[in-house]
């Protein structure tokens, strides 16, 4: 028996048409919640050298801006 909960088919069907990091990118209400999102991160992200990991939460829109600000030794 799985344990994986059954997914919604309209929500897999929201997310194999929506390019999600492109919808960050532009303007409006969806470039606010990406400036909004990096604005927190850099608020609560620990002071210097850090590693940034991206667990796949998403298109990894917000690591790459959070590993050029804390670049990791």
């Known amino acids: 028996m799985s344990s ?3 997914i919604d088919p309209r ?3 929201f997310y194999a048409e929506v390019d ?3 919808r960050l990118d532009r303007k409006g209400s ?3 919640e ?3 999102t990096q604005e927190l991160l850099r608020r609560h992200l620990p002071p210097g050298h850090a ?3 991206d667990i796949g939460g998403g298109p990894g829109a917000h690591a790459p801006p959070a590993h050029r600000r804390r ?3």
């Open 4 to 6: 994986t909960p059954k």
């Open 11 to 13: 929500i897999l069907n």
């Open 20 to 22: 999600e990091a492109g």
């Open 30 to 32: 969806a470039h606010l």
């Open 34 to 36: 990406y400036e909004r």
């Open 51 to 53: 590693r940034v990991i």
């Open 71 to 73: 670049p990791h030794r």
